[in-house]
């Protein structure tokens, strides 16, 4: 099955605590993105990806950090989170073509509470 | 600077009745457009997108969605809402020539019995 996966799904941490939150696709994806959901303010764009090794900003980069060493995968590292890191966390994936890029596959989201 | 906006933050209609959901973007050029539903506690998944050709497009769960151009809108419609509709949605616009797909701040719906 066509999938993006994100582990953990769940998770709560304290201030400074360094965390990874993994994400995995197996449909050959060049374009990896992450964002975080919070109330009222939609989906903003962390990092995105658009090939391995390829990484850059997107509209809310501070505080985190990621890393694309092979094409299926995407890690979200948080070296030192703050509370005002809280929030819901979306992995997704992309083909890529010539003119922009395809629909973006979302995964299931990862909920961090950062106390 | 280029932005999404959904102006209905919340939308309550009643089970059988008609929904429309509005989506307004700015952009010097048409981008490509998409909707989005996220159930509860769910991830997101694509309801219709639009990329060129006839403005108005179908997607699942007999939602549609029609391009207007002069009024830089992509609103989405469905003619029957069924209980299972109650969602948040998600308008995306992806300019042709960027990288970042950006979201409007949702529309959340609920579905009166």
């Known amino acids: 099955e066509a999938q993006v996966t994100q582990n953990p799904r769940y998770l709560i941490t304290v201030t400074g605590k360094k965390l990874t939150v993994t994400c995995s696709q197996n449909m050959n994806h060049e374009y990896m993105s992450w964002y975080r959901q919070d109330p009222g303010l939609g989906l903003r764009q962390i990092y995105y990806s658009m090939n391995v090794e390829v990484t850059d900003k997107g509209d809310v980069p501070e505080g985190y950090k990621v890393s694309r060493k092979e094409k299926r995968n995407f890690p979200l590292i948080l070296e030192s989170p703050s509370p005002n890191q809280t929030s819901l966390y979306f992995c997704a994936s992309s083909t890529k073509q010539a003119q922009g890029f395809n629909e973006q596959f979302f995964g299931p989201g990862t909920r961090l509470t950062v106390l | 600077a280029q932005s999404v906006t959904q102006p209905d933050i919340h939308i309550t209609v009643s089970e059988g009745a008609s929904l429309e959901l509005r989506c307004n973007y700015s952009y010097g050029a048409t981008p490509y457009l998409f909707w989005y539903v996220q159930s509860p506690g769910q991830g997101l998944q694509l309801l219709l997108k639009?990329?060129?050709?006839?403005?108005l497009v179908q997607g699942i769960k007999g939602f549609e969605a029609e391009f207007k151009r002069s009024q830089s809108s992509f609103n989405l419609r469905k003619p029957s809402v069924h209980w299972s509709d109650a969602a948040e949605y998600f308008c995306?616009?992806?300019?042709?020539?960027?990288?970042?797909?950006?979201f409007g701040s949702g529309t959340q719906l609920t579905v009166l019995p």
């Open positions: 639009y990329f060129s050709g006839d403005t």
């Open positions: 995306a616009v992806l300019p042709g020539s960027a990288r970042q797909l950006t």
